[in-house]
């Protein structure tokens, strides 16, 4: 096994980090603060093709593997942990599922608009009655005429305040639970869609989320995803590689407050202010980090080798998501109340790092998933088999 990156992977994290320090963490504070999305950070990220990492190359992608998707997300979530969710969930939730599920003329249609950053991305599941529980979800999908009429409502969907396209997963009978769901490609200005007002968050505030309303919005049936009651196949493979994105994004922040933290105790040694304790603070918070990464590149790593990696992603999720939320209230009671001021950096990664261990799967439903898949693997063979 190779521990070290390549030296693509790493002139590539390097070309991210410095796109992320002079883009994103100058805007990051005044984001936060306005709880609005600084969208002077689309055109670098659409220059350095972020938006595109998951399209193919012949509808204009700059694709990239898993491992440098994540690594994209890890710098970029250093900086603005807002702006790095916008680029998971349109490359991981949209970009990518659109890839591999769509019809060549829905590929054609709105990759090459993705990538380009002429759409924005988002991913409708979510709903205020079903949240963990994803395969309750009552958004209704009835067939009509050359099409479906949708009717319901999507809660917390991120992007979709910008968004110009939504991957959008309704129901064709709510009795039938995961066997009916399908996913629907949803152009913004479609008749009888509407998104309601952004969403006031605890962290990644700038994020821009709000409430989908659909009332007997008109659906063609070639803006089905996949074939009716493939929704929850699409849903839950898609969730595989977007849980990846997301601990990276958990990895990231984690990092900024671990380097703070780094920067914190290096001055208050030099100015013999800082005793032993900080410091072992400071070792386990490198420890944690250095795992953490472990299990988002394991993951990563997997996924590039053509490897299922249900369990591995959760894994990675679980982890590094604790992790963030562990290591940014580490960094604030090593900073003491000046950290707490709402213009410093360290109180937004403490606040940004809970929604990791909440969106994409709580840190309860990672086990779950884990439990599920360790107890499939060790079920005994067949009565007769072999």
């Not at 939730?93 to 591999?100: C, G, I, N, Q, Y």
């Not at 395969?135 to 009717?151: F, I, K």
């Not at 990672?366 to 898949?373: C, D, F, G, H, N």
Request: proline share 5%.
């Amino acid at each position: 096994m190779d521990y070290e990156l390549s030296a693509q992977e790493q002139a590539f994290a390097a070309e991210v980090r410095a796109l992320a320090e002079r883009e994103l963490a100058p805007r990051a504070l005044e984001a936060d603060r306005q709880g609005a999305f600084p969208v002077a950070n689309l055109p670098p990220l659409v220059d350095a093709g972020l938006l595109a990492m998951a399209i193919p190359a012949e509808y204009g992608g700059r694709p990239r593997s898993t491992l440098e998707y994540a690594l994209a997300m890890e710098e970029l979530s250093a900086a603005c942990a807002a702006t790095a969710v916008l680029v998971s969930v349109h490359n991981s939730l949209v970009a990518e599922p659109l890839a591999r599920w769509g019809t060549p003329e829905q590929r054609a249609a709105y990759l090459p608009e993705l990538a380009r950053g002429e759409r924005i991305g988002a991913f409708a599941l979510t709903e205020p009655s079903a949240g963990s529980d994803a395969a309750s979800l009552q958004t209704r999908a009835r067939r009509d005429t050359g099409g479906y009429r949708l009717r319901g409502s999507k809660c917390f969907t991120t992007n979709s305040r910008l968004a110009g396209l939504f991957l959008v997963f309704a129901t064709l009978d709510p009795s039938q639970g995961a066997r009916a769901i399908t996913a629907f490609l949803v152009e913004r200005d479609t008749p009888g869609f509407t998104i309601g007002p952004a969403d006031h968050k605890l962290g990644i505030r700038a994020s821009p989320s709000a409430q989908l309303f659909f009332d007997d919005c008109f659906v063609p049936e070639t803006r089905r995803l996949g074939g009716e009651g493939e929704g929850w196949r699409v849903a839950m493979s898609t969730l595989d590689s977007g849980r990846i994105g997301i601990a990276a994004q958990a990895l990231g922040i984690a990092r900024a407050a671990y380097e703070a933290s780094l920067a914190w105790v290096r001055r208050q040694r030099a100015a013999s202010a800082v005793g032993q304790g900080a410091e072992w603070v400071l070792a386990d918070m490198s420890v944690r980090l250095d795992a953490a990464r472990l299990l988002v590149h394991r993951a990563a790593a997997l996924k590039d080798a053509g490897r299922r990696v249900t369990r591995e992603a959760a894994a990675a999720k679980l982890f590094a998501s604790e992790t963030a939320m562990w290591l940014t209230s580490a960094a604030l009671d090593l900073h003491g109340a000046d950290a707490c001021a709402l213009d410093t950096p360290v109180q937004r990664y403490f606040r940004d790092a809970k929604i990791t261990e909440i969106y994409e799967g709580t840190s309860e439903i990672q086990r779950v998933i884990i439990a599920e898949q360790l107890l499939r693997a060790a079920a005994p063979a067949p009565a007769g088999a072999g």
